[in-house]
């Protein structure tokens, strides 16, 4: 079984930069299509980015890089430039398979959630 820590939230001024961090226990963070969600009050969660088995990443914006390092299992999310509208709940998801799908419903592990306020 999959758990998910986040860790990295907090309160941004716009303009700022913030990295969040995902440890991951109970397996690899290697082999799988692992990938950052957010979800703001009122609105659905949505994809940010991904990045398969083999390392490639995809982002839904360019400010943002996303991140593995195996060895630590830890899964990061470098968000740059931040604006108000990225204020959300971030969260880090793992699937079984090794490539991606920017759909939330291929995720089959959840962490909590970190929150992210950009004023």
């Known amino acids: 079984h999959v758990q998910l820590v986040e860790s990295g939230g907090g309160s941004v001024q716009a303009g700022g930069s913030l990295r969040l961090s995902c440890a991951v226990s109970?397996?690899?963070?290697?082999?799988?299509?692992m990938g950052w969600f957010r979800q703001a009050p009122g609105k659905e969660r949505e994809r940010v980015a991904t990045?398969?088995?083999?390392a490639t990443a995809s982002v839904a914006d360019s400010r943002f890089r996303i991140s593995k390092d195996n060895a630590k299992r830890t899964l990061y999310l470098q968000m740059n430039s931040l604006k108000p509208e990225d204020t959300a709940m971030y969260y880090c998801?793992?699937?079984?398979?090794?490539?991606?799908?920017?759909?939330?419903?291929?995720?089959?592990?959840w962490g909590q959630g970190t929150q992210v306020t950009v004023s």
């Open positions: 990045i398969d088995g083999g």
């Open positions: 998801a793992a699937a079984t398979n090794y490539y991606c799908s920017s759909s939330a419903f291929y995720f089959d592990y």
């Open positions: 109970g397996s690899t963070s290697g082999g799988r299509c």
